[in-house]
């Protein structure tokens, strides 16, 4: 039962975690540049579910695509004020033009908001189903989980529909495999590069709404989104979507179940199994794939590319 | 007696009218270097048009130039009389040129028919079909994605690919690159039907015999400059062509 | 506020004739991961110079210190431009190690609520601690542990940095002291979002309570989720749990039967004079005080207090606070001749019914040297 609860909890965290590394991998495909201010796009979505929740008070289920589009046009403008007049410099001028953003973003959501935690209203309501109370602790359900898997699943299934069978969706792919012939078969790159940050920030904030009702926020969260995207972008294959989720989903597993074998397997012991060396051993295991693997576990497009 | 009117001869002056490409004075400069200098080339509709050179000659280039991937330093280029060289590539696209780059370039995480959708703006589905019709080989492939494909085929599917805008001038870059001399028939022995189609060519040629075979007109560029340009039978036959490029 | 009040009264009649204007600089982690805390610090320290005794007049600037060194070393030798009576130094550890140097070099006292052991043993006469050390509040919590709760086979869950590393040290020494070994211990980084492996570990490990020192985030989600899994074992938090923000956020229900540490608790108002100083934040800042606010508050007050009897120069407050004895909201503050004034600590218990909680125990560390 523990295990079946476990698998749970990691199953709705590591859907948020995809949608933050989806983001990331998105604008990383149509740019070529990391960008650094994601995991503070993911705070900054947080803090605009609050700010839509204080105007309308409705359940965030409705907010999320009022939100979504409020953080599709602050994509619009970080696209606008840190890549598009730094696109021709090297990548790393766009690294440290989002880092600024992020740092801008930190601050702002610190003068306006204060340090304070502070929490997104329930996607649908805050109720919690319980089965089977007795049998080893039992499973608790909450309705917020549920929802962020099933929010996120339709969010990626909604991205996969974009991308293989809107004309649009095949062109922003077109445009980040190759954007000096996208262009020179008619594709206008800028927009869609300026649509790109606009769809990838859209899923940041939408993860910023789930992650902040169960995990709060605070404008210094920032940092550790980042870190949970890159990992899951390093692992999964570098460019690749469906890595992406497939390395949010390991890093759920390495956060939530595999610390807590030693509760289901009690011959398992040692630092290996404490939350820090479930971090040591994810961390070890990012190095081994990518010495065995190094275009990560979803990396063929890449591969072949080079 | 010659008919000079705004100091250009008439005769020019009439084909520049009637040129659907039409090229004076070009210079491009990549850094100090220049790469294109006082090119001039003119294409009329339903022309084909092969550029001979030797590697290194500038017939990349001026393919780029044309399509805006890279800046003239100077010269004039006009698609249908109108000057588009301050346009984006795309905008120059959109207007009917279409672009196969050397080295095919294929979008590779892109299935085949995904390649050739993401270049149309128009009746998708019926230029699918007429590139499967014109390239059988890509029809059996159409769902497996850019990368999966051999050489040949990726070349097929780029020469698809820059036709499925039906553009008035198709730019191919050097479409026997790295293929085998039956494969080079296979996609330069399009060329002609293309043309027939009412698109016009300017086909980029290291394979001096095989691009003159398919082509009206020929330009031979040398480090950058026009050295020779006529019909294709003529400089086919002319010493100097043969020379360079024909092996004697 | 009514005791306040009076006390300024009688002091406006004390000490007419030392009618003094001081500046009072503040300089406090306003950004980074300090961030509440320092806000509480600065909070404290404003409603201080904001209401000083009478006859006093106090200027002052606040600075944020973010959470380097260097800004901090750099806002004091700003300050000690102004000839600064007294500087309010920010509660964090390292700024207030670099700082020192700088003020015995100027002569600067700093009143600071750091609870860095450290800082108070570098031979420095100048540094003067408001707040109990991390002995202080983890005896405290050990003993309410022991003592009250009937713990025998605690899970000690602390946090990786180094707030929780200090604490972390002084419960276990604390439980072998009354013969005590945990059943488990886990240190969380302050990023772990799902605390369901270290309950389901701590319960497998057969603890009868859990004794945490937790930032008030990871605080936070440690109750939501053992609240979720019904774990029903008791917990005594660290005063990372007292942070009211922090509580705001959590239904009253999981809080049910929670204890945890804390300097002092005014939102509890044990005193008239507390219930004053709570009704003066609430007014002035709209947000509930915690410990660290109204350390703050009484350790700026001791020091204006002092230059209301005299102590106008920088040479005569040092002397005046270092042995000196003042009666606080909170608690009596008074040297241990290192600059460690405070040596109380509370416990907070939670109703399950309300958010406030009620100070259940009053520990004075006797063994304060």
Same mark, same amino acid.
């Given at each position: 039962?523990?295990?079946?609860?476990?698998?749970?909890?990691?199953?709705?965290?590591?859907?948020?975690?995809?949608?933050?590394?989806?983001?990331?991998?998105?604008?990383?495909?149509?740019?070529? #540049?990391?960008?650094?201010?994601?995991?503070?796009?993911?705070? #900054?979505?947080?803090?605009?579910?609050?700010?839509?929740?204080?105007?309308?008070?409705?359940?965030?289920?409705?907010?999320?695509?009022?939100?979504?589009?409020?953080?599709?046009?602050?994509?619009?403008?970080?696209?606008?004020?840190?890549?598009?007049?730094?696109?021709?410099?090297?990548?790393?001028?766009?690294?440290?033009?989002?880092?600024?953003?992020?740092?801008?973003?930190?601050?702002?959501?610190?003068?306006?908001?204060?340090?304070?935690? /502070?929490?997104?209203?329930?996607?649908?309501?805050?109720?919690?189903?319980?089965?089977?109370?007795?049998?080893?602790?039992?499973?608790?359900?909450? /309705?917020?989980?549920?929802?962020?898997?099933?929010?996120?699943?339709?969010?990626?299934?909604?991205?996969?529909?974009?991308?293989?069978?809107?004309?649009?969706?095949?062109?922003?792919?077109?445009?980040?495999?190759?954007?000096?012939?996208?262009?020179?078969?008619?594709?206008?790159?800028?927009?869609?590069?300026?649509?790109?940050?606009?769809?990838?920030?859209?899923?940041?904030?939408?993860?910023?709404?789930?992650?902040?009702?169960?995990?709060?926020?605070?404008?210094?969260?920032?940092?550790?989104?980042?870190?949970?995207?890159?990992?899951?972008?390093?692992?999964?294959?570098?460019?690749?979507?469906?890595?992406?989720?497939?390395?949010?989903?390991?890093?759920?597993?390495?956060?939530?179940?595999?610390?807590?074998?030693?509760?289901?397997?009690?011959?398992?012991?040692?630092?290996?199994?404490?939350?820090?060396? /479930?971090?040591?051993?994810?961390?070890?295991?990012?190095?081994?794939?990518?010495? #065995?693997?190094?275009?990560?576990?979803?990396?063929?497009?890449?591969?072949?590319?080079? | 007696?010659?008919?000079?009117?705004?100091?250009?001869?008439?005769?020019?002056?009439?084909?520049?009218?009637?040129?659907?490409?039409?090229?004076?004075?070009?210079?491009?400069?990549?850094?100090?270097?220049?790469?294109?200098?006082?090119? =001039?080339?003119?294409?009329?509709?339903?022309?084909?048009?092969?550029?001979?050179?030797?590697?290194?000659?500038?017939?990349?280039?001026?393919?780029?130039?044309?399509?805006?991937?890279?800046?003239?330093? =100077?010269?004039?280029?006009?698609?249908?009389?109108?000057?588009?060289?301050?346009?984006?590539?795309?905008?120059?696209?959109?207007?009917?040129?279409?672009?196969?780059?050397?080295?095919?370039?294929?979008?590779?995480?892109?299935?085949?028919?995904?390649?050739? =959708?993401?270049?149309?703006?128009?009746?998708?589905?019926?230029?699918?079909?007429?590139?499967?019709?014109?390239?059988?080989?890509?029809?059996?492939?159409? =769902?497996?994605?850019?990368?999966?494909?051999?050489?040949?085929?990726?070349?097929?599917?780029?020469?698809?690919?820059?036709?499925?805008?039906?553009?008035?001038?198709?730019?191919?870059?050097?479409?026997?690159?790295?293929?085998?001399?039956?494969?080079?028939?296979?996609?330069?022995?399009?060329?002609?039907?293309? &043309?027939?189609?009412?698109?016009?060519?300017?086909?980029?040629?290291?394979?001096?015999?095989?691009?003159?075979?398919?082509?009206?007109?020929?330009? &031979?560029?040398?480090?950058?400059?026009?050295?020779?340009?006529?019909?294709?039978?003529?400089?086919?036959?002319?010493?100097?062509?043969?020379?360079?490029?024909?092996?004697? | 506020?009514?005791?306040?009040?009076?006390?300024?009264?009688?002091?406006?009649?004390?000490?007419?004739?030392?009618?003094?204007?001081?500046?009072?600089?503040?300089?406090?982690?306003?950004?980074?991961?300090?961030?509440?805390?320092?806000?509480?610090?600065?909070?404290?320290?404003?409603?201080?110079?904001?209401?000083?005794?009478?006859?006093?007049?106090?200027?002052?600037?606040?600075?944020?210190?973010?959470?380097?060194?260097?800004?901090?070393?750099?806002?004091?030798?700003?300050?000690?431009?102004?000839?600064?009576? @007294?500087?309010?130094?920010?509660?964090?550890?390292?700024?207030?190690?670099?700082?020192?140097?700088?003020?015995?070099?100027?002569?600067?006292?700093?009143?600071?609520?750091?609870?860095? @052991?450290?800082?108070?043993?570098?031979?420095?006469?100048?540094?003067?601690?408001?707040?109990?050390?991390?002995?202080?509040?983890?005896?405290?919590?050990?003993?309410? @542990?022991?003592?009250?709760?009937?713990?025998?086979?605690?899970?000690?869950?602390?946090?990786?940095?180094?707030?929780?590393?200090?604490?972390?040290?002084?419960?276990?020494?604390?439980?072998?002291?009354?013969?005590?070994?945990?059943?488990?211990?886990?240190?969380?980084?302050?990023?772990?979002?799902?605390?369901?492996?270290?309950? @389901?570990?701590?319960?497998?490990?057969?603890?009868?309570?859990?004794?945490?020192?937790?930032?008030?985030?990871?605080?936070?989600?440690?109750?939501?989720?053992?609240?979720?899994?019904?774990?029903?074992?008791?917990?005594?938090?660290?005063? !990372?749990?007292?942070?009211?923000?922090?509580?705001?956020?959590?239904?009253?229900?999981?809080?049910?039967?929670?204890?945890?540490?804390?300097?002092?608790?005014?939102?509890?108002?044990?005193?008239?004079?507390?219930?004053?100083?709570?009704?003066?934040?609430?007014?002035?800042?709209?947000?509930?005080?915690?410990?660290?606010?109204?350390?703050?508050?009484?350790?700026?007050?001791?020091?204006?207090?002092?230059?209301?009897?005299?102590?106008?120069?920088?040479?005569?407050?040092?002397?005046?606070?270092?042995?000196?004895?003042?009666?606080?909201?909170?608690?009596?503050?008074?040297?241990?001749?290192?600059?460690?004034?405070?040596?109380?600590?509370?416990?907070?218990?939670?109703? !399950?019914?309300?958010?406030?909680?009620?100070?259940?125990?009053?520990?004075?560390?006797?063994?304060?040297?």
């Amino acid at each position: 039962m523990l295990a079946l609860q476990l698998l749970f909890n990691a199953l709705a965290l590591g859907a948020a975690y995809a949608l933050v590394a989806l983001g990331f991998v998105l604008i990383l495909n149509a740019t070529g #540049a990391v960008n650094f201010a994601q995991g503070d796009l993911v705070m #900054a979505g947080g803090y605009g579910g609050l700010v839509l929740a204080r105007m309308l008070p409705v359940p965030g289920v409705v907010l999320l695509p009022l939100l979504m589009a409020g953080m599709a046009a602050l994509g619009l403008m970080v696209a606008l004020v840190a890549y598009f007049p730094l696109r021709r410099r090297p990548p790393e001028a766009v690294f440290i033009s989002t880092i600024a953003i992020g740092i801008i973003l930190q601050n702002g959501t610190n003068i306006l908001f204060g340090p304070e935690l /502070a929490r997104t209203p329930a996607l649908l309501g805050d109720g919690e189903f319980r089965w089977l109370d007795g049998v080893g602790g039992g499973l608790v359900v909450s /309705a917020q989980s549920v929802a962020i898997i099933v929010v996120a699943a339709l969010l990626i299934a909604g991205l996969h529909l974009l991308f293989s069978r809107t004309q649009f969706g095949r062109r922003l792919r077109a445009t980040a495999q190759d954007r000096e012939v996208a262009s020179a078969i008619g594709i206008p790159v800028d927009a869609m590069v300026a649509a790109t940050f606009a769809v990838g920030v859209a899923l940041a904030g939408a993860a910023g709404l789930l992650l902040a009702r169960g995990f709060f926020v605070t404008p210094n969260d920032g940092g550790n989104y980042m870190l949970k995207a890159y990992i899951a972008v390093t692992i999964g294959g570098w460019g690749s979507i469906p890595g992406a989720v497939a390395g949010a989903a390991l890093i759920a597993l390495f956060e939530v179940v595999f610390p807590a074998l030693p509760a289901l397997v009690p011959a398992l012991g040692g630092p290996a199994f404490s939350q820090n060396g /479930a971090t040591i051993v994810l961390d070890a295991l990012i190095l081994v794939i990518l010495v #065995a693997r190094p275009q990560g576990l979803f990396g063929e497009a890449s591969k072949a590319r080079a | 007696m010659e008919i000079v009117l705004d100091g250009l001869p008439l005769a020019r002056r009439l084909t520049r009218a009637s040129a659907l490409l039409d090229i004076t004075g070009l210079e491009v400069r990549y850094g100090g270097i220049a790469a294109l200098r006082g090119v =001039a080339i003119s294409i009329l509709p339903g022309q084909g048009v092969a550029l001979l050179g030797a590697n290194g000659a500038g017939k990349s280039t001026l393919m780029k130039a044309i399509i805006g991937l890279v800046r003239a330093a =100077a010269g004039e280029i006009r698609f249908d009389a109108v000057p588009i060289g301050s346009l984006r590539p795309d905008r120059r696209a959109r207007r009917g040129i279409g672009y196969c780059p050397e080295g095919r370039r294929v979008f590779p995480g892109l299935t085949v028919a995904e390649n050739l =959708a993401v270049a149309c703006w128009g009746d998708v589905a019926r230029k699918t079909d007429e590139m499967f019709a014109l390239f059988p080989a890509l029809a059996a492939r159409r =769902a497996s994605p850019a990368w999966q494909l051999s050489g040949g085929q990726q070349q097929m599917l780029a020469v698809g690919r820059s036709l499925m805008n039906a553009p008035r001038l198709l730019l191919l870059d050097e479409p026997s690159l790295g293929l085998s001399p039956l494969l080079t028939d296979e996609v330069i022995g399009r060329v002609p039907e293309i &043309v027939a189609g009412g698109t016009s060519v300017l086909l980029a040629e290291q394979n001096a015999a095989k691009a003159l075979s398919v082509c009206d007109v020929a330009y &031979v560029l040398k480090t950058g400059v026009v050295t020779a340009h006529g019909p294709a039978a003529a400089l086919a036959a002319s010493d100097d062509v043969r020379a360079a490029f024909l092996g004697g | 506020m009514k005791r306040i009040a009076a006390c300024l009264l009688l002091t406006a009649a004390a000490s007419a004739a030392h009618a003094a204007s001081v500046t009072l600089p503040v300089l406090v982690p306003l950004t980074g991961f300090l961030a509440v805390e320092g806000a509480s610090q600065r909070n404290g320290a404003i409603l201080a110079l904001s209401t000083p005794p009478a006859g006093v007049t106090a200027k002052y600037d606040v600075s944020d210190t973010g959470v380097s060194p260097e800004v901090a070393v750099n806002a004091l030798e700003r300050a000690a431009g102004d000839k600064p009576i @007294a500087v309010v130094a920010p509660m964090l550890g390292t700024q207030m190690l670099a700082m020192l140097p700088v003020a015995m070099e100027q002569k600067i006292p700093l009143l600071t609520i750091s609870g860095t @052991a450290a800082i108070t043993r570098q031979g420095n006469p100048y540094i003067f601690r408001f707040f109990p050390d991390d002995a202080t509040t983890k005896i405290a919590q050990v003993r309410f @542990a022991l003592e009250n709760k009937g713990v025998k086979k605690p899970a000690v869950i602390y946090q990786t940095t180094a707030y929780g590393q200090s604490g972390h040290a002084e419960i276990v020494n604390a439980l072998k002291k009354a013969g005590i070994v945990p059943v488990y211990e886990e240190a969380l980084d302050v990023a772990v979002k799902d605390m369901a492996p270290v309950l @389901a570990k701590a319960r497998a490990a057969g603890a009868d309570s859990l004794i945490v020192h937790l930032h008030g985030g990871p605080s936070a989600l440690l109750l939501k989720a053992a609240a979720a899994s019904g774990l029903g074992l008791p917990i005594i938090a660290g005063s !990372g749990l007292s942070q009211p923000s922090t509580i705001n956020l959590l239904e009253p229900a999981e809080l049910a039967g929670v204890c945890a540490e804390t300097s002092s608790s005014p939102v509890s108002a044990e005193s008239p004079a507390m219930q004053g100083f709570l009704d003066a934040y609430r007014r002035k800042f709209n947000a509930d005080p915690d410990g660290f606010a109204l350390a703050q508050y009484d350790g700026t007050m001791m020091a204006l207090e002092a230059v209301a009897k005299g102590a106008t120069t920088p040479a005569a407050l040092t002397q005046a606070l270092s042995s000196g004895s003042y009666a606080g909201l909170a608690m009596t503050y008074k040297s241990n001749g290192r600059g460690d004034m405070a040596h109380s600590a509370v416990i907070i218990c939670y109703d !399950g019914k309300s958010r406030i909680p009620k100070v259940v125990a009053h520990y004075t560390n006797a063994a304060a040297d």
